[in-house]
């Protein structure tokens, strides 16, 4: 399965945990790392439940918690399997892969996981204009697949903030933008981001210019195209919870607009036809929302921002030399966006 033999580790201790937690027979036939998602361990996993006339396969994900190799400050894989819970008990809500149980202890795979069942559906790339399941579509679907999407943001969206009251950072203030902006000065401490004066500009930019109707409402927190599983050109899933917030809609309409940019005209990459351009994509998620997206211009900055911050952090994980700091094409983008 790999040459370090530690999906075969994990397949072999999922099995003997799987028997006892499900009281049944339990068999991991195969285990392997899906195409994308980085930021945690994630396997796909093909097994067996149970045995003789009751015997039935399953299809599902094991997401286990970053340890000593972590993108974000708090992976918590209990806060996203909550999330996902949660996330099904709500009528109207986007596409979400079935949660199936977490477990807390560390000493069955090195740190907390959860599994979740596992949807017939492809992601896109991070580089989604130049390959994979969007570029090799043709322009309608495209199009129908672009228009799904922003339809499942927008569905999101007007899910009630109530049930995720959890994801609540009281200590950085009351409403969700004082909240975001506390937790990203603290995630920038914590990752030890090197000095940079493009960033302070941008974090005081921020600050004075913060909208004045900043209320409180459910994020996903990292919407693009590349966390949607899509079937037959439509939605069938929706991914990636680390750093969902009560930021309200416009800091994922932001996301979403910021990292549609840089992975397109930024990177000079061609816009694949049949993708909506930026007015185009808040068209269409006011549409669906029902309502006027807000301080676009604000909220396209702060996710340029942390993007840039993400970058930084994992550009630093990952880095063999001094040049490898160098092409954060975020904190390139903040630079020319001059806030």
């Known amino acids: 399965m790999s040459e370090d033999g530690r999906p075969l580790d994990v397949a072999r ?10 009281d049944a027979a339990f068999t991991v036939q195969e285990l392997a790392a899906p195409k994308t998602g980085r930021s945690s361990e994630t396997y796909l996993i093909d097994a067996t439940l149970g045995a003789g006339d009751r015997a039935r396969p399953v299809r599902w994900v094991v997401r286990i918690e970053a340890r000593g190799h972590q993108v974000y400050e708090d992976p918590s894989v209990e806060r996203q399997y909550r999330i996902i819970q949660q996330l099904q008990g709500q009528l109207g809500g986007p596409p979400t892969p079935k949660a199936i149980c977490y477990e807390p202890d560390s000493a069955i795979l090195g ?28 322009p309608a679907a495209r199009q129908t697949m672009w228009l799904s999407g922003v339809e499942a943001l927008a569905r999101l969206h007007r899910l009630p903030t109530e049930p995720f009251a959890f994801l609540g950072q009281p200590q950085f203030g ?23 004066p493009i960033l302070d500009r941008a974090r ?3 600050q004075t210019h913060k909208p004045r109707r900043a209320g ?9 195209l590349s966390n949607i599983l899509f079937h ?11 750093t969902a917030s009560l930021g309200g809609a416009e800091t994922d309409l932001g996301w979403w607009l910021a990292y549609d940019h840089m992975v397109s005209a930024f990177a000079g ?17 006011e549409s669906f929302a029902g309502r006027k997206a807000e301080a676009m211009e604000w909220h396209e900055v702060f996710a340029t921002y942390r ?19 160098r092409d954060n094409f975020a904190l390139r983008r903040l630079e020319e966006m001059s806030p």
Do not use: K, N
């Open 111 to 138: 740190a907390p996981f959860f599994l979740m069942e596992r949807v017939e559906g492809e992601a896109p790339p991070d580089a989604y204009h130049m390959d994979g399941v969007l570029a090799q579509a043709s």
């Open 269 to 285: 990459a061609p816009r694949l036809e049949g993708l909506g351009g930026r007015d185009d994509t808040i068209a269409a998620w």
């Open 13 to 22: 201790r999922i099995s003997a945990w799987g028997r006892t937690r499900f």
């Open 232 to 242: 037959e050109d439509r939605c069938v899933g929706v991914l990636d919870w680390e």
């Open 307 to 325: 993007f840039a911050l993400v970058l930084e952090r994992a550009m630093a994980l990952a880095a063999s030399g001094p040049d490898a700091r």
């Open 216 to 224: 409180v409402g459910f994020a996903w927190g990292d919407a693009r």
């Open 174 to 196: 009351d409403c969700g933008l004082d909240q975001e902006l506390g937790r990203w000065d603290r995630y920038r401490r914590w990752a030890g981001t090197s000095p940079s």
């Open 204 to 206: 005081a930019w921020l």
